[in-house]
């Protein structure tokens, strides 16, 4: 056994046996299954390369590094295919992304696959992209241009084209014990009621029946993607084989998808539950004993307090970096709302381990559910259900005085729920106010845009920008004339990527410039400040007008006071709240150099300005 993983192994192995025998022991686990998984893992770290074992050696808390840009990308929209993507890694290198993630790319089933997101084969790759030689060949050219990739690993079901389905449905006892399947309906109906459903309107209910077998197939999602049973290790096992086999590719990061799915309990909501955290703890032990310079990024769209969750703790880690769904959600309702009160309360209550961070985005490939803060919604005196309908209003544009176009996605009739579907600038107003010709809004847009990028840049966490807002991309209405996407919203936000467009971030004073410019700014300023690492605390400080965000951080003698107007007003601002921070002389904006004296009674801030202050 090799030195290096023998070490790490008698570090992790004892608390890894404890985990695997307190969830599989009482569902008939032997000894001789963990010994599999220990064989299995003892074969991937063999197989891993050479220049893959060195970058092991690297700090595994690499991602907490203010370097860290990222850019989220469809590789066919952004590029045609994988060939032809390394064409773009120049144009990467100008806005200063060192961290790509390449939305799906394994090779999913053939028609409907939900964006990629029903896979038939984890270790192929889409044939519409291109082959695995392309792949490696680009995992290579990254890597020389100093670009982490991530990809996205959807652990939680397979398509039903995946060979163990296949074999499943040929009758084969051993794959059926892959999935969650029943002979008639008694079970499934005491999951059904229960259990949410995700898309009601595509896909009602949580099971589909399969004639062949005459079983009821658990399906989380779409009829063709049937979840995993992690209550078979042998499921967890191979499983984890996958992903240790991906990272051997070369990836540097990978997504766990759907996460909160991953167990299911009869007389639960089959969501969060807390098996799902002892076998996220023994992935993060075995990657670390394999691959440790994998990071995990763990996608769970749940409530704010069950998302940070699955950071586990610094004794028990789990994913290194989550999406920050929550904060996500609480600045569209700023925006709304003019009223930041709810990034106060959650920004101060929520604070990753030392050894995590967020992953911050404005927008992403996905829709915009309205998971907020209800109890503090309530608080404020205003009602959850009629605040998240006064949402699902302004940003579809129906509210009077929006400056929202956005599509609404997935509603029900019974809850009233309701998604929204957009890009960045039409939600923040840009296409209103092109389509008006109404030049002063097109201005205070684009302040808007850049507060927003300014807010994931400043925050903990690695900012994460989606292809295209950077050139202020807007709706995009041609995905109805395809019959491949016409039924689905959400490509409105997800075009083929406009490269005259982006020609246009060369010429002054267009809106592409100006946006594509200003976040370029943002990333020199981050990369050369070490108070926007990953693992420096936000700490809020609280206006008396509910307009204005603001926090700072502090990093030894180091300090940055960062502050947000999320209206269209000029306010004139207390420096009361600074003062007692301990801010009372001047400091300049590392945006514009701008001087702000503190020992002055008021600030004053212009419609949708931000500022990042420092001594």
């Not at 959600?329 to 930041?340: E, L, S």
């Not at 269209?568 to 601002?573: A, L, P, S, T, W």
């Amino acid at each position: 056994m090799d030195k290096t993983y023998k070490s790490r192994l008698d570090k992790n192995q004892e608390a890894l046996e404890k985990t695997y025998f307190k969830i599989y022991q009482k569902l008939g686990a032997k000894k001789q299954d963990f010994e599999s998984l220990l064989k299995m893992m003892e074969m991937r770290f063999n197989d891993r390369s050479v220049e893959l074992k060195k970058l092991d050696r690297r700090d595994k808390l690499w991602y907490l590094s203010r370097k860290m840009i990222g850019y989220m990308v469809y590789t066919d929209l952004f590029a045609g295919s994988l060939s032809k993507l390394k064409a773009k890694i120049p144009y990467l290198k100008e806005l200063g992304i060192s961290y790509v993630h390449l939305m799906p790319l394994l090779k999913p089933r053939e028609g409907e696959n939900d964006g990629g997101y029903a896979v038939e084969d984890y270790l192929d790759i889409d044939p519409l992209l291109g082959t695995k030689k392309e792949f490696f060949e680009l995992l290579d050219s990254f890597r020389a241009a100093k670009i982490d990739v991530c990809i996205d690993y959807v652990i939680n079901h397979t398509a039903d084209t995946h060979v163990w389905a296949k074999k499943a449905l040929a009758g084969d006892k051993t794959y059926q014990d892959m999935y969650i399947m029943f002979d008639d309906r008694t079970i499934p109906d005491q999951y059904d009621a229960l259990v949410p459903e995700v898309l009601p309107d595509k896909c009602p209910g949580n099971f589909t029946y399969k004639e062949e077998i005459k079983k009821w197939v658990f399906t989380s999602f779409s009829s063709f993607q049937w979840d995993l049973n992690f209550k078979n290790p042998l499921v967890f096992e191979k499983m984890v084989d996958i992903m240790l086999r991906l990272a051997n590719q070369g990836v540097n990061m990978i997504r766990l998808d759907a996460i909160p799915f991953m167990w299911k309990e009869v007389g639960t909501h089959c969501r969060n539950l807390g098996e799902i955290h002892d076998l996220l703890y023994m992935i993060n032990l075995i990657k670390d004993i394999v691959s440790p310079s994998l990071a995990l990024l763990g996608e769970a769209i749940v409530e704010p307090h069950e998302i940070f969750k699955y950071f586990g703790s610094d004794e028990r880690p789990e994913c290194g970096i989550l999406y920050n769904a929550n904060f996500m959600v609480n600045i569209w309702n700023g925006f709304a709302t003019r009223d930041v009160r709810l990034l106060n309360i959650d920004n101060s209550k929520y604070s990753p381990p030392a050894n995590s961070c967020w992953m911050n985005y404005v927008r992403c490939h996905d829709d915009i559910g309205w998971g907020f803060n209800e109890e503090a919604i309530s608080n404020f005196g205003m009602n959850p259900f009629f605040h998240k309908q006064f949402l699902i209003d302004f940003y579809s544009g129906r509210f009077p005085g929006s400056f929202a176009l956005g599509e609404v996605y997935q509603y029900n009739e019974v809850s009233k729920d309701a998604r929204i579907n957009g890009t960045c600038a039409s939600l923040l107003g840009l296409e209103k106010a092109i389509d008006e010709n109404y030049v002063y809004e097109q201005n205070v847009a684009i302040r808007r845009i850049m507060l927003a990028h300014a807010l994931i840049f400043s925050h903990r966490g690695i900012p994460l920008i989606y292809s295209g807002d950077e050139i202020a991309s807007l709706n995009d209405q041609s995905y109805l004339n395809d019959p491949k996407k016409k039924l689905e919203g959400r490509w409105v936000h997800r075009p083929i990527f406009d490269w005259k467009r982006a020609k246009k971030r060369k010429i002054t004073n267009t809106f592409e410039e100006k946006i594509f410019t200003g976040i370029k700014h943002l990333v020199k300023i981050r990369k050369n400040n070490p108070l926007f690492d990953g693992d420096v605390e936000i700490n809020v400080i609280e206006n008396s007008d509910i307009s204005v965000y603001a926090f700072y951080k502090q990093r030894k003698t180091k300090q940055l006071v960062a502050i947000f107007n999320f209206s269209e007003h000029i306010k004139q601002v207390s420096t009361k709240p600074y003062q007692d921070a301990g801010f009372k002389e001047n400091l300049v904006d590392l945006f514009t150099g701008r001087v702000i004296n503190f020992s002055q009674e008021e600030l004053r801030l212009a419609p949708y300005e931000f500022l990042w202050l420092e001594k």
